[in-house]
């Protein structure tokens, strides 16, 4: 949710309304400094801000004990029936609601444990048992949970660490006196067996095993850019008064060739709606699994055993590490307002986070800054002189004094906020949003932090200061006012970063995939890149690390377009002109010049259309349709052939319910059903698309799965000729086609001749 919740909205928006006309207008003509200057007292403490407090009540980001004891006793109902899975998620969650260093959190992780150790997640077993230690799990359990240590330590093949964790298991029953219940008369049998296991692996080593295929990775070729950080030697940075900033190839490209790698300046995962309740007084706790759940909140990477944060149940990390970097950059100021981010949305969020990651004192030279130039607020590009006067690019926004386009806060700063363009209350919206964040800041004892004049005790708490006048310091007027930029520059400039995240239940015989938004970032240079509605490259990400690519042949001299989401094969050129709107530019690029002045047809009209059952040209009319082609005569009626494309539907449904079933000796229907989708898929997006790709993967899983060598092999070298060019060769999707390809080159010869 990248704006604040509805409610908020409409407060805002009564608010607005309820305004003396004068100060409407003053405040809609208003630069970014004197709207905060105006609006910090139009936040009234009795009304929108009680408003916005009962509002925070529905996100829950705070330690909760009773949903801790809930989340943990459905783990143990799943872990129960077998599901270790989803019982590894829930008592995820169990610990993150119990308070740090509690016998009771030490729980959630050993019991966690054991589901990972049934999921045969050995190395991160091992990991959530070193936890519950450190958090001091129950002595009279403890021998349970270390012989676990030893069987996992045995699967790996660590012999002598193994010896010596039974060594500790004896030593702790020794200590401990004799045992008869059935409980320790069970740990001692296994405690016998492991022994017998680990004597027999020492008398008979596995033999060493051979490097499995011959999968070796590819190494991109790759020379950086001295002018532009993160980007090929193959483009340069350009400006015009029309196009703003963009890249131009300075040299012919290759599809598939590497344009850029970059690190997000910033990124914030977006929730998952079931965070927000729909009323506080509801106690009922979600089950349902979001990307909060599913990935690490500062790098983003996939998350299976997650370390939550000390001070909130919301934020949650894939190690250690990245949770005491993420308190020390930003979430130490963060993880009091957990409810208050949630409540205002993402784009309020982003501009919190850039601003803690940026420091203050660059924050305020640049508002200094702005402040001189009220042009420069509004248009930063009018600063640059004509091409003829500017040889280099020493003279572009963002730039620094050296001609050099970083990856930088000064990089960003200079993203354009459109501030003139957007809508009076939509500004004033934005701007009551960031006066209440900093306003919490400043109640809750925060600005010192915010302002990096203290040196952070890892967890401690913020000390709430006593009630002031509500004026907000000098300080945070000025980070409000840097906030209130980028909230209007994320409307143009923000990225969303995208997975390919399974869909259903994913233990059919084709893992059927679907791109989702994971986050929001800023990426000042790929904000560099224009858009077209049929653009010339492909992104790909990899955690917060963007990856971009030509889709196509790249003359010299030719622009870098990407697209902004409206793309020429899913939609006519109205509903894209309206979709881009919100980027206050009007779409010239060649796809919709092609549409607006000429008679040729948009590809989604095209593909709307039936073509001739004989010669494949477009058919015309109403309800009887006629060959456009004069040659040929064909007639036939509409609901004739819509009726072939209902059946055509249904069967490419039933094709994918027997993939997703995994029938035995079903897979040849199967194949037969996602060969026609394939079709309707290389007409929609094309030959080379990545939708082509995603398509021929499954085929590919399916046909590995069928035993269908020759097939298989022919449709994973297409895929990966495809996927390669928009993914890149250290993609997940690439590798598993390696190895599915090293696989089946593996058989004998015989089956291969026979297949």
């Given at each position: 949710m990248a704006l604040p919740v509805e409610e908020w909205r409409l407060c805002a928006a009564g608010r607005w309304a309820a305004l003396e006309p004068a100060l409407r207008e003053r405040l809609a003509a208003a630069s970014l400094h004197?709207?905060?200057?105006?609006?910090?007292?139009?936040?009234?403490?009795?009304?929108?801000?009680?408003a916005l407090r009962r509002l925070c009540r529905r996100a829950r980001a705070g330690k909760e004990p009773a949903a801790a004891r809930f989340y943990r006793e459905e783990g143990n109902r799943l872990f129960g029936r077998r599901h270790y899975g989803p019982a590894v998620r829930l008592y995820s969650q169990a610990a993150s609601h119990e308070l740090p260093g509690s016998p009771e959190v030490s729980v959630c992780f050993a019991n966690r444990s054991a589901a990972l150790f049934h999921l045969g997640r050995f190395e991160v077993c091992l990991e959530d048992i070193a936890r519950a230690e450190s958090h001091g799990y129950p002595d009279r359990l403890l021998p349970k949970v270390l012989l676990r240590k030893a069987e996992c330590l045995l699967c790996l093949g660590r012999l002598q660490d193994a010896a010596d964790a039974l060594s500790v298991v004896e030593n702790k029953i020794a200590m401990d006196g004799i045992m008869t219940s059935p409980t320790h008369q069970t740990l001692l049998k296994k405690l016998s067996q492991l022994k017998i296991k680990i004597h027999e692996k020492e008398s008979c080593p596995e033999p060493a095993r051979e490097a499995c295929g011959d999968i070796q990775e590819k190494s991109e070729i790759w020379e950086e850019n001295d002018s532009i950080s993160g980007a090929s030697s193959s483009l340069s940075l350009n400006f015009d008064t029309e196009r703003g900033r963009h890249l131009v190839a300075s040299q012919d490209i290759l599809p598939g060739q590497s344009l850029l790698k970059e690190e997000a300046f910033v990124s914030v995962l977006c929730p998952g709606e079931s965070l927000l309740l729909q009323d506080s007084s509801e106690t009922a706790w979600d089950t349902r699994v979001t990307n909060a759940d599913l990935y690490c909140h500062r790098c983003l990477r996939q998350l299976l055993a997650s370390v939550p944060c000390r001070g909130c149940s919301y934020a949650k990390?894939?190690?250690?590490?990245?949770?005491?970097?993420?308190?020390?950059?930003?979430h130490r100021t963060e993880c009091s307002l957990g409810a208050l981010l949630l409540t205002l949305g993402v784009f309020c969020h982003v501009a919190l986070r850039t601003v803690l990651l940026a420091g203050f004192a660059e924050v305020s030279r640049l508002v200094e800054w702005s402040r001189h130039d009220d042009k420069d607020l509004h248009n930063p590009e009018a600063r640059c002189k004509p091409p003829s006067e500017a040889p280099d690019t020493r003279g572009i926004p963002g730039c620094n004094d050296s001609g050099q386009y970083q990856s930088s806060y000064r990089a960003v700063f200079n993203l354009l906020p459109h501030a003139e363009k957007h809508s009076p209350e939509h500004k004033f919206l934005c701007m009551l949003s960031v006066v209440a964040i900093?306003?919490?800041?400043?109640?809750?004892?925060?600005?010192?932090?915010?302002?990096?004049?203290?040196?952070?005790?890892?967890?401690?708490?913020?000390?709430?200061?006593?009630?002031?006048?509500g004026e907000l310091s000098p300080e945070l007027k000025i980070m409000a006012e840097a906030m209130l930029r980028h909230v209007l520059q994320l409307q143009c400039n923000a990225q969303a970063i995208t997975v390919m995240q399974e869909s259903g239940s994913g233990d059919g015989a084709v893992v059927n995939k679907k791109p989702v938004r994971l986050a929001t970032a800023f990426f000042p240079v790929l904000s560099l890149l224009n858009h077209s509605c049929c653009p010339n490259i492909s992104v790909s990400f990899s955690g917060t690390a963007a990856t971009v690519r030509a889709s196509q042949p790249i003359?010299?001299?030719?622009?870098?377009?990407h697209c902004y989401g409206p793309h020429r094969c899913r939609m006519r050129v109205a509903e894209r002109q309206q979709l881009l709107s919100q980027y206050f530019f009007e779409c010239r690029c060649q796809a919709c010049l092609d549409e607006l002045e000429s008679d040729v047809k948009s590809v989604v009209s095209m593909r709307n259309s039936f073509c001739c059952p004989s010669c494949q040209a477009s058919m015309q009319g109403e309800d009887m349709l006629c060959c456009s082609n004069e040659a040929c005569a064909i007639s036939v009626s509409r609901e004739s052939l819509s009726r072939r494309l209902r059946d055509l539907q249904q069967q490419i449904k039933k094709g994918l319910e027997l993939l997703r079933d995994r029938k035995a000796g079903k897979w040849q229907d199967a194949a037969r059903h996602l060969e026609r989708s394939i079709e309707i898929v290389e007409m929609h997006h094309g030959p080379s698309s990545v939708e082509m790709g995603h398509e021929l993967f499954k085929l590919a899983q399916i046909l590995f799965n069928g035993f269908a060598v020759s097939e298989a092999l022919s449709t994973i070298e297409r895929a990966e000729e495809i996927l390669s060019v928009h993914c890149g060769p250290q993609s997940t999707q690439i590798q598993e086609l390696q190895e599915m390809k090293t696989c089946l080159l593996a058989l004998p010869r015989s089956i291969l001749q026979r297949t």
């Open positions: 004197d709207s905060l200057r105006l609006g910090c007292g139009l936040l009234r403490p009795e009304a929108e801000a009680a990390y894939c190690s250690q590490n990245c949770a005491d970097m993420a308190w020390e950059q930003y900093c306003k919490q800041l400043q109640e809750a004892g925060l600005e010192a932090a915010v302002l990096n004049q203290e040196s952070s005790e890892k967890w401690s708490k913020p000390k709430t200061r006593e009630k002031t006048s003359p010299s001299g030719q622009e870098i377009f």
